[in-house]
């Protein structure tokens, strides 16, 4: 019997496990491939929390991750382990997701070995090498690099065709973060879950809910402030409101939260430890408004319905900001206080039907254009 042909699914920070989630189950699932999952490790505790929840275990870990570590030493360390791992372990394809630093060296690594780069979530851009930073620079990279490019929208195939990269090489898949929804809601409605820390009180009942994450490299030091300053201001604009923040393992978020938000002490904010999926998407299910600088909340917002108060100065998300789910004001307090009132008193713009991030079903697409390039058959 041929062998099966190997394909090695790598990943290693929280937003890249909850959209490989999907995937690996797909390519486990699926006869056709012998697939090998490797973890980078490079968020060590947020990543093992969404393994526990799709209950995946993975093949090899790399464990990567230092504390408060700098991008050189965390390409460096990965470039080394993930190139120990595809020496004793070749592949004959490599899946990387998005634009972290881990998938980016490993599919820089992969290159090196000269096995193909399959690259998942593929295409965006903001056009701005310094914004999201490293981020957008790890997506132009990995483009290069790349052989099988996965786009989850029209405009992020259209980027790509404007890069050079042969339309045949460009499979319009849809977002896998909407697959991985899909699987998480499934079980948040089977079996609810409660969500560890909020002060007693604090939900159901009280006013309505303001959910916030913040974690963007180039937002620290003044745009952090301004988004902690924004936040205490809404918290005493609408006291009846309840602002639940679970905080980032980084330290450069962590210490500006302590200093600002801790300090001013408001009893309607909680400030949490970074949620688990499932919970995290119970507080989202339940929130008036997300204020957020994140990429994967940007696409859950249509699928739950929510809006998005993004704290960024550019997005490559620009279906989000066409569709309402998304309003870019930046990490300026007044306009994050603005935005935001604006929605909590009613008055936003109404929000477009349906999903451009796709229909839940990017997994299983992948997994058959990456068996049709394998085998030889023209996509
Ligand atoms: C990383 C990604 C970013 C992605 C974000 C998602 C890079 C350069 N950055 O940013 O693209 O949007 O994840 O959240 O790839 N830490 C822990 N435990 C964890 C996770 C982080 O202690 O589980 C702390 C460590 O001190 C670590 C630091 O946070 O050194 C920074 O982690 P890192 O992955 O380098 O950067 P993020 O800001 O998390
Ligand atoms: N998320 C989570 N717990 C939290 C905050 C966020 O599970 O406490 C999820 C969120 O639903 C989304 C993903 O983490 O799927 C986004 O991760 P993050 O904002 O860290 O990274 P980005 O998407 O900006 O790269």
């Known amino acids: 019997m041929a062998m099966l042909p190997r394909v090695t699914l790598v990943f290693g920070t929280r937003p890249e496990a909850i959209k490989m989630a999907p995937v690996v189950r797909a390519f486990r699932a699926d006869a056709r491939f012998a697939p090998r999952v490797v973890v980078t490790g490079q968020h060590r ?28 030493g965390l390409t460096a360390r990965t470039l080394t382990a993930f190139d120990a791992e595809l020496r004793a372990h070749p592949a004959d394809l490599v899946l990387v997701q998005g634009d972290t630093t881990a998938a980016f060296a490993a599919g820089l690594t992969a ?23 490293p981020e957008e620079a790890n997506r132009v990279l990995l483009t290069r690099l790349a052989t099988l490019h ?26 896998t973060v909407v697959d991985a929804l899909h699987l998480a809601l499934a079980r948040l409605d089977r079996a609810p879950v409660e969500v560890p820390g909020l002060p007693p009180g604090f ?12 974690h963007r490299r180039e937002n620290f030091g003044p745009g952090f402030e301004a988004i902690c300053h924004a936040v205490a201001d809404l918290a005493r604009l609408f006291p009846a409101a309840r602002f639940v923040y679970p905080v980032h393992l980084n330290p450069n978020v962590r210490g500006p939260v302590g200093e600002i938000l801790r300090a001013a002490g408001a009893a309607n904010v909680a400030l949490l430890e970074p949620l688990g ?30 809006r998005v108060v993004l704290m ?15 309003q870019l004001v930046g990490p300026h307090r007044e306009r994050i206080v603005a ?28 997994a058959d254009v990456c068996h049709a390039h394998l085998s030889g058959v023209p996509a």
């Open 45 to 72: 505790q947020m990543l093992d929390a969404v393994l526990a929840t799709f209950e995946i275990v993975p093949d090899a870990d790399l464990n990567v991750m230092t504390p408060d570590q700098s991008l050189a």
């Open 111 to 133: 290159f090196y070995h000269r096995t193909p780069v399959g690259h998942v979530e593929a295409g965006l851009r903001t056009g701005d090498l310094q914004s999201p930073w």
């Open 150 to 175: 996965f786009a989850p929208t029209a405009a992020t195939r259209d980027n790509l065709l404007w890069d050079g990269v042969p339309a045949g090489r460009i499979h319009l898949v849809g977002n």
């Open 203 to 214: 939900l159901p009942g009280g006013g309505p809910l303001v959910l916030v994450t913040g």
């Open 277 to 306: 999926y499932l919970e995290f998407l119970t507080l989202f299910r339940r929130a008036a408004v997300v204020l957020s600088d994140s990429g994967g909340v940007q696409e859950e917002a249509p699928t739950l319905g929510k």
């Open 312 to 326: 960024r100065d550019t997005t490559e998300r620009p279906e989000a900001v066409a569709s309402g789910h998304v």
């Open 339 to 366: 935005a935001t009132s604006a929605i909590l008193n009613g008055s936003a713009p109404p929000l477009l039907p349906g999903n451009p991030y796709g229909d839940g079903h990017a997994a299983t697409a992948i």
